[in-house]
Every structure is written in C-alpha cells, then in structure tokens.
C-alpha cells in the first residue's frame, strides 16, 4: 500500500473526517500554506452560513475532533476561524525518510490510469517551424512526460497540415524544379523558401495558377500521380519534422502524426451523422452546426461550417471528425489540445458539438488549454529583424551556441566534450524553461540574457544546484544508494524548510497535471533549489559534527537532487551530474 507523502494531502485527510463530522456532509478543509504558521485550514469560514455558528466555534470543534497524531506538534485558532497548523518536526523527517527510501519519491501512480491524448506542435506540410510552434510543441511534450510518469496511458497527437489548396501550387512547384531537387531543398529544412517560391509564382503567374487549381482537383479526386507527388512533399516534411524535434528532445515521433489528411474518408460520415441526429442545417447553401450557447455581437448564432456551398469542407469539419475518431476508435477518455489562445472560441463549438452529438460526456471529456504569445523585447511578436518569423531550428541552434560559450566560462575542468553535452542539455532547458514557468495563459518577453542565467528562477539554476548536490558525494566518494532506510534529524530551520518543501513533491506534480499550469512545478523547483542553498550555507555536510547528523544531511541532499532531476524530467530537461 501506498503511503501519502505529500504534505497538504496529509493534513486534508486528517481534517477532512473531523470537517465532516461537524458539517455533517463532505466538506473541504481547505489547506494551504500559512505565514503565521505552517500550514492554515480555511474550512471553517464558509460553513457558518450553512451552520449558522460562528466560525471560530466550528474550528474549535473540528479541533477538538481531528486526529493530528504525530504529524502536529501544535495547532491552534485564529482570527475569523482560520486552524492554524505547526507541523511536528519528527514527521517531516520521517516523510522524507520515506521519499528516500521510493524509487518514485513518494509519487504514487493513478489508482485509476486514463487514455488520455495530447494534441499538440502542427506544424504545416513544406512550412518552415517557427518560434509560433516553441509553446505547443514544449507544453505538449511537458505535459506528454508529466502524465506518463503518474501512471496515465497517454496518446500523443501531432495535428498537421498536410491537405487542402495550398498543395496544388506546392505540387505544381515542384514538377518545376523537379522531384528530386526539391526533396533535397525540403529535407535540409529549407521548407520556408519553398513555400514562399510557390506562392509568389501563384501570385504572379496566371498560367501557373490555373495549373495549380487544376491540380486541388486531381488531388481530392484520388489521381494517383498527384497522390504520389503529395507524399513525395509529406514524407521529406515530416523527416525534417522529425530533426527539429530531436534537436529540441521531445518525444514526438512519425507515428504520432495524423495530419487533416487521415480524417478525409471520415467526413462525410461525420457530417450525415450530424444530420441524423438534427444538429445540421442550411444556411446561405452551406451545411452548418450551430452549437448552443454561441452568438456573434449581433446576437445571432454562430455556426461551424460543416460542408461549405460548393460541396466541400473545411478545418470544423476535420476537426470534428478527428475528435469523433479519437472518442470511439482511439477510445481516449480525456482529450487536450495544447494550441494558442486564439483558438478557444473554434475548440469550445467544437466540444459543444461533439457533447450535443453524444460522443463527449461523462465516458470522455476534450479540454482546451491555450497559450499566450511569445514577445521580443519590444513587446510585440517575436520576429527577426527583417519581421519574418525566426525559425525553430535556428533558435535551438542559438540557445546552445550561447549556452556553450557560458559553459566554457564556468566550467573549464570540463573536457570539450563534456562541454559540448552539458551545453546542449543546459541551452535547451533554458529554451524550455522559460518557456514552461510562465504562467501558460500569458504572454512572454523572450530574454537570452535572463533565460540562460545561473541566478533566478531560470533551468541553468536548477541544473547547477543538481550538479553541485552530485559533487558533494563524488568529493565524499558516497554512493547515495548506502543512504537508503538511513535517519533524518530536523535540528536546523534551514533542514526543516527544505524537508517542508521535498515534502510537497507529489501534490503540486498531480496538481499541474489535473489544470495543466506546468510553471507550477518550476516554481516548486526554484523554491526546492533556494531552499537547498540556505540549507548548505548553513549547514555543513561532509564536514558536520558527527556521524548521525552528516548521514541525516546526506539524505536531505540525495532527496533534494532527486527531486530536481525528476521534476525537471517531467518539463523534459535534463539535469546533468557535472556543470
């Protein structure tokens, strides 16, 4: 059986039965933390309407009731009816004792796993990457790793752009310069100047316009040669794809993608559907959805367009009959779309839809979780110089090519290969991180100077308290393993705040992933971190008084490095041993 370490959890459950008991009814004890003690409970206050008692009486008598065993030392309360709780220090170390000695750290696995799918980065077919696909593609990979490691089957879903008009001119344009020139241009991630050379003769050449609508045609009536030429474009793309990703360590694959492509056959399927359950109407020669609850300014409906007047379709379309496939043939029982902001008003139709159509409900819910912008320093969209966007691989190439320049200032004792290594893991944790611990909702400013430094709430912080708790036991020549089932003692205010803190691991993970704000565990981190460092100022470890007390700070030590490398394993950093 599992034992709960983490702290807020603790405390919830030992209130939670007395709360119960005097409420009469479930009732939350609402534990949080406390300046004026550690941790203060605010159930009382909303009950004394529904109780028609003062708060400070109900408090006391959950007080009077609640069983705080040994994990209070003292308790007590205050002002309108707040329990304020003083944690006993036997009980943090013991908790901590138990982190120690879990492979997981006290994390627990779901008790009930979920399929949940991830829908994230959707990139477009010969388009470049840019700096707009950085937060999808790290959100969704961070959050990818974070449920996979609390016991959840997770399905990864890259969404691509691999259909529609525009492929008639890029097909057309590469018949021009031909196949196996523009397979080379594609595969070496020139995708940016070959789409724009399309464009620009669309644009210019009538002849090759025409050409180019002729070929639409060809490729949604299935002609084979055009289906080939299509591929020949998909496949070099998504190799390129594929480099990107692995440059910047996330876990997509080729196996992941299902561009609009794969939901053709699905459409008109979909769209009958809708007509038979009388979720589809004319309007203007088109084939709508009005979801309920949508209306415009002028306070008329707002529909998602599911055939257009010309018999064809378009994104709501696909888009519905990805998340109908996704609920019956994946059998995905949470569905989240990790994509920009402006794309909630789309996503909640979209799930209003699929609710009124009977796939979404209790057996499977869909969740958008959208994303701010990423800002220069200028405060406006992050661009090059020229007002173009920065490519994705050219902004990994930079951010390791800074970190590298930093890494053989700091750390000389390095061979160049290790330097090498360190800067790749520290340039794009710091890409990420900066990412990842602004809250997911706002916008940014993109900041080289902050994001790469080793002062503040930045990766290579982070990185660097890991690396130095793993010198500590190289300089003592101690394998943390031996410490395993080994004593802490809280003596020191420092020692208790770090166990305080080691303590909280698995609430904030399980919290970040139920409302995806992942800055939640970065902030855990940095506090993790700071409080280390306050800690080792303060108090020796190799060097300490005595025996008992040098194996109790090398238990702290081990847990907390433990705890910096796992968290930042879920975000998809890695936190190197030497820096």
């Not at 008329?300 to 257009?308: A, D, F, G, N, W």
């Not at 009124?356 to 057996?363: D, F, K, S, T, V």
């Not at 290969?417 to 400013?445: I, M, W």
Request: aromatic share 6%; with cysteine.
């Amino acid at each position: 059986m599992h034992t709960v370490t983490d702290l807020p959890q603790l405390l919830t459950e030992r209130l939670a039965r007395a709360f119960t008991e005097v409420a009469g009814e479930p009732t939350d004890p609402a534990v949080r933390r406390s300046e004026r003690a550690d941790y203060q409970a605010d159930g009382a206050l909303p009950l004394a309407k529904t109780l028609r008692r003062p708060p400070r009486d109900i408090a006391t008598e959950v007080l009077n009731r609640a069983d705080l065993g040994d994990l209070v030392a003292h308790a007590e309360v205050a002002g309108p009816g707040f329990i304020n709780l003083t944690l006993a220090d036997t009980a943090l170390a013991g908790l901590v004792e138990q982190m120690a000695s879990d492979e997981r750290l006290g994390v627990a696995k779901v008790s009930e796993p979920e399929r949940v799918l991830v829908d994230y980065s959707g990139p477009n077919v010969a388009k470049e990457m840019h700096v707009g696909h950085l937060r999808s593609t790290i959100i969704g990979d961070a959050l990818v790793r974070l449920l996979g490691h609390l016991g959840h089957e997770v399905v990864r879903r890259n969404h691509i752009g691999d259909w529609g008009t525009p492929f008639g001119m890029l097909i057309e344009h590469l018949l021009d310069i031909g196949a196996d020139e523009a397979a080379t241009e594609l595969s070496v991630g020139d995708l940016g100047r070959f789409y724009q050379e399309a464009r620009k003769k669309f644009d210019a050449d009538e002849n090759f316009a025409e050409r180019a609508r002729r070929r639409v045609v060809a490729l949604q009536s299935g002609d084979p040669e055009t289906l080939r030429l299509w591929r020949l474009l998909v496949d070099e793309s998504a190799r390129y794809f594929q480099q990107v990703y692995e440059r910047l360590d996330v876990l997509l694959e080729p196996s992941d993608i299902a561009g609009e492509s794969s939901y053709n056959d699905q459409l008109g399927p979909v769209v009958e559907e809708l007509v038979q359950l009388g979720l589809a109407v004319e309007s203007e020669g088109a084939l709508c959805a009005f979801p309920k609850g949508f209306t415009g300014r002028d306070g008329k409906p707002i529909p998602l367009i599911l055939r257009k007047s010309d018999g064809g379709y378009g994104y709501d379309t696909t888009d519905l009959a990805a998340l109908r496939h996704r609920v019956r043939d994946l059998k995905a029982r949470r569905i989240i779309y990790i994509t920009d902001l402006g794309q909630r008003l789309h996503f909640e139709m979209l799930f209003e839809v699929g609710r009124e159509a009977g796939w979404l409900g209790p057996h499977a819910t869909a969740e958008f979780h959208g994303f701010g912008v990423v800002l220069g320093s200028d405060r406006k969209r992050l661009r090059t110089r020229a007002g173009e966007s920065i490519k994705l691989i050219d902004l990994i190439d930079e951010a390791v090519r800074r970190a590298a320049s930093i890494v053989a200032e700091k750390a000389p004792h390095l061979s160049a290969e290790e330097q090498q290594d360190v800067a790749q893991v520290v340039g794009v944790g710091a890409l990420k991180y900066a990412d990842l611990s602004n809250d997911r909702v706002k916008d940014y400013v993109f900041d080289w100077d902050r994001m790469l430094s080793f002062d503040g709430n930045t990766a290579p912080y982070l990185q660097y308290a890991h690396a130095r708790i793993r010198s500590v036991f190289r300089r003592g020549e101690i394998d943390p393993a031996t410490l395993r089932g080994a004593s802490v003692v809280i003596a020191d205010p420092t020692e208790r705040a770090l166990a305080m803190r080691l303590a909280e691991f698995e609430g904030v993970l399980y919290k970040a992933a139920e409302t995806v704000e992942l800055h939640r565990i970065c902030g855990y981190l940095y506090d993790v971190a700071t409080a280390f460092t306050a800690f080792y100022e303060r108090c020796p470890v190799l060097r300490a008084e005595d025996e008992r007390t040098r194996t109790s700070r090398l238990v702290l030590c081990d847990v907390t490095a433990r705890v910096l490398a796992t968290g930042l394993a879920t975000l998809g950093i890695t936190a190197p041993d030497r820096m």
